[in-house]
Every structure is written in structure tokens, then in C-alpha cells.
């Protein structure tokens, strides 16, 4: 990739809402070459603190009963429609990858920066999946910071939910949205 090509990829990189991704997914061999660019990510004391949990298939939609179950369980009069969302969450894109923050006592490296590492994961992600040529949307909700959920996906104590990140083939394409304006957030430290 030419560095125009490369700047132009991430001047037009954009999410894809779940709802809107479906078949097909990345095959395997496509799958390993996003997680590759993924895992190139800044690490400080290459702790590697994150690893990636794959829901697909009827994995998403057994996720999205217990969701359902566990959505009444922390909101008794949840409306059905709500329950229902949550049942459903998990059932549109294809694949969805959980990144999972691995947090690590460490003289230098406090657990802010793992999370942030394990953040670039996600939007690492994010662009290969753009890349090629899939769509992708980094979600989180309530379900990425409840400790019944944790539980349920096999997470230990010292691990977070960062995000779930819904992977597929765009049903449509979106509509750019408003951006921040860079040079109004720019500013020079004085001294
Ligand atoms: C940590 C994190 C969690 C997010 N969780 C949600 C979410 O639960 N629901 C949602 O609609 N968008 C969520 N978003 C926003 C979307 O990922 C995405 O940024 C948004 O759809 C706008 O698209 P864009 O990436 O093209 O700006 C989250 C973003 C981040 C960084």
C-alpha cells in the first residue's frame, strides 16, 4: 500500500452499525491477517494485555438468551422491547470479536495503559476489517461491564470486556457523519 492509499484509508475509515452487517463474515485466512494487523498495536513492556474471545454462529444467539435472562434479572420491569434487544444484540453481524483487556500488576505499566493498548486493538480492528473490505462497529453497552456476563464468557478477575467488536459484510453504505474539527481542539501550551 502506497502512503497515499494509506492516508486515504484512514481519512475515510468510518463504523458500520451492527445492524446493518450481515453475511459474509472475513473467512479464517482473513480473520488471522486482521488479527495480525490488530496485534500491532503500542505496548508498553510488551505485556501483550489483551486476548480475543469469538462469538459466531449459534454461539451468538445462546449469548443473546442469556442476555435476555440476565437484562430481566437486573431490570425486573424491563419492558419486553428492551429484554428483546437485548436477546437480539448479538444476532446481526456474523462475527463478533470480544477484545478482552489482560490486566497485569506491573511496576511500570499501570493498568490505564493496558487498557489503552487493548483499546488500539479494537480500533486496529476497526480499520482492517475496513480494510478488507468488511464493515465493523465497536459496541460495549451494559453487557461489556456486567460481572454476570463476565462470568458467563469464561473471563478471570483481572480481565475487562473492552469491546465487542460486530464484524460482516455492510448491507448498505453510510452516510458520512459530522467530524470534530481538528484545528479547534489544537492549541499551543504556553508557558
Ligand atoms: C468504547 C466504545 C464503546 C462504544 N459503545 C457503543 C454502544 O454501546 N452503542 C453505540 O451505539 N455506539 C457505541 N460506540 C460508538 C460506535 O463504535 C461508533 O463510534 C459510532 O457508531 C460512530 O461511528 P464512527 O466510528 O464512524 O464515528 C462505542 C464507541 C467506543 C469507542
Same mark, same amino acid.
Request: net charge neutral; aromatic share 6%.
Given at each position: 500500500?502506497?502512503?497515499?492509499?494509506?492516508?486515504?484509508?484512514?481519512?475515510?475509515?468510518?463504523?458500520?452499525?451492527?445492524?446493518?452487517?450481515?453475511?459474509?463474515?472475513?473467512?479464517?485466512?482473513?480473520?488471522?491477517?486482521?488479527?495480525?494487523?490488530?496485534?500491532?498495536?503500542?505496548?508498553?513492556?510488551?505485556?501483550?494485555?489483551?486476548?480475543?474471545?469469538?462469538?459466531?454462529?449459534?454461539?451468538?444467539?445462546?449469548?443473546?438468551?442469556?442476555?435476555?435472562?440476565?437484562?430481566?434479572?437486573?431490570?425486573?420491569?424491563?419492558?419486553?422491547?428492551?429484554?428483546?434487544?437485548?436477546?437480539?444484540?448479538?444476532?446481526?453481524?456474523?462475527?463478533?470479536?470480544?477484545?478482552?483487556? @489482560?490486566?497485569?500488576?506491573?511496576?511500570?505499566?499501570?493498568?490505564?495503559?493496558?487498557?489503552?493498548?487493548?483499546?488500539?486493538?479494537?480500533?486496529?480492528?476497526?480499520?482492517?476489517?475496513?480494510?478488507?473490505?468488511?464493515?465493523?462497529?465497536?459496541?460495549?453497552?451494559?453487557?461489556?461491564?456486567?460481572?454476570?456476563?463476565?462470568?458467563?464468557?469464561?473471563?478471570?478477575?483481572?480481565?475487562?470486556?473492552?469491546?465487542?467488536?460486530?464484524?460482516?459484510?455492510?448491507?448498505?453504505?453510510?452516510?458520512?457523519?459530522? @467530524?470534530?474539527?481538528?484545528?479547534?481542539?489544537?492549541?499551543?501550551?504556553?508557558?
Amino acid at each position: 500500500m502506497s502512503d497515499s492509499c494509506f492516508l486515504q484509508a484512514l481519512g475515510q475509515r468510518r463504523s458500520v452499525p451492527s445492524l446493518q452487517l450481515g453475511e459474509p463474515a472475513p473467512d479464517e485466512a482473513t480473520l488471522l491477517r486482521m488479527l495480525s494487523a490488530a496485534v500491532r498495536v503500542p505496548d508498553h513492556g510488551k505485556l501483550v494485555p489483551f486476548r480475543f474471545l469469538r462469538l459466531q454462529g449459534e454461539a451468538r444467539h445462546a449469548l443473546g438468551e442469556y442476555l435476555a435472562r440476565r437484562s430481566r434479572e437486573r431490570t425486573p420491569d424491563a419492558s419486553p422491547a428492551v429484554v428483546e434487544k437485548d436477546r437480539q444484540r448479538f444476532s446481526h453481524a456474523p462475527l463478533i470479536l470480544t477484545v478482552i483487556a @489482560r490486566l497485569q500488576d506491573n511496576p511500570k505499566v499501570p493498568e490505564q495503559e493496558q487498557l489503552l493498548t487493548a483499546g488500539c486493538v479494537c480500533f486496529a480492528l476497526l480499520q482492517a476489517a475496513q480494510g478488507f473490505g468488511f464493515g465493523a462497529q465497536w459496541l460495549t453497552a451494559w453487557m461489556a461491564y456486567d460481572d454476570g456476563v463476565a462470568r458467563h464468557l469464561g473471563l478471570t478477575g483481572n480481565e475487562r470486556i473492552v469491546g465487542f467488536i460486530h464484524i460482516g459484510t455492510p448491507k448498505l453504505q453510510v452516510p458520512e457523519r459530522e @467530524r470534530p474539527d481538528p484545528a479547534g481542539l489544537l492549541e499551543d501550551w504556553r508557558p
